[in-house]
């Protein structure tokens, strides 16, 4: 079992930052790939950025390519989000995911998710 747990979330202006925090606690955290999800009200749950265990590859979606950054600190079990020039359709509830599976984009690549953090960007 791997327990996560997100922080970091909050209200930002449109064009400002935020880094979002997940720590692992559990079994090993650098055997997993780890991703970051994001659920607008009324909407499915979206990829948004994820880094994979063994090579530390990064992968986005042209929504939020160059402005965002996904990396990890595998001595400190903790995975990062730097979000940049936010958008107010970046306003969401942010997921932290763990998982083994091969598709880093999917969903269901995942096994284990952490209770979510708000982000809301005001225009």
């Known amino acids: 079992q791997v327990q996560l747990v997100e922080s970091g979330g909050g209200l930002v202006q449109a064009g400002g930052s935020l880094r979002l925090s997940c720590a692992a606690r559990g079994r090993t955290f650098s055997s997993y790939n780890m991703a970051w999800f994001r659920q607008a009200p009324g909407k499915e749950r979206e990829f948004v950025a994820a880094?994979?265990?063994?090579?530390?590859?990064?992968y986005y979606p042209d929504s939020v390519k160059g402005r965002f950054t996904i990396s990890r600190d595998n001595a400190k079990d903790t995975v990062y989000l730097q979000m940049d020039s936010l958008k107010p359709e970046d306003t969401a509830v942010y997921y932290c995911a763990a998982g083994t599976g091969t598709s880093p984009r999917v969903r269901t690549s995942y096994d284990y998710w952490g209770q979510g953090t708000q982000v809301t960007v005001s225009s």
């Open positions: 880094i994979t265990w063994r090579t530390s590859s990064t």
